[in-house]
């Protein structure tokens, strides 16, 4: 009952910034909390980022902080992540998601909601 579309993806040069976006549609009345996960080609799905419903408790993966921050509207049911300073090995698909429960999570497990990903792919 709960749709996610991601958009902002595409083509960029290294040391770059990309400010992707997850629009949620349906009944969201009940997602606590969200995040992002990645998956290139050949690769294990790995997890980005996280947010509390409130927006006041974030989470990043240890490989990638310093250079994200990931931030929702509440009203606009929109999540947002930025990141800075893009690498050749950020290129992947990029997967926003969405869970009921209230725990933060930075598995996949948890997660009841995905979206169907934006590319976002860092050239030299």
């Known amino acids: 009952q709960v749709e996610l579309v991601e958009s902002g993806g595409g083509l960029v040069q290294a040391g770059g910034s990309l400010r992707l976006s997850c629009a949620a549609s349906g009944r969201t009345d009940g997602t606590y909390n969200m995040g992002w996960f990645r998956q290139a080609p050949g690769k294990e799905r790995e997890f980005v980022a996280a947010?509390?419903?409130?927006?006041?408790?974030?989470s990043y993966a240890d490989s990638m902080k310093g250079r994200l921050t990931i931030s929702r509207d509440i009203p606009k049911n929109t999540m947002y992540l930025q990141i800075d300073n893009l690498k050749p090995e950020d290129t992947a698909v990029y997967y926003c998601?969405?869970?009921?429960?209230?725990?933060?999570?930075?598995?996949?497990?948890?997660?009841?909601?995905w979206g169907q990903g934006t590319q976002v792919t860092v050239s030299s």
């Open positions: 947010i509390s419903y409130s927006g006041r408790i974030r």
């Open positions: 998601a969405a869970t009921n429960r209230i725990t933060l999570a930075t598995t996949a497990g948890p997660y009841d909601y």
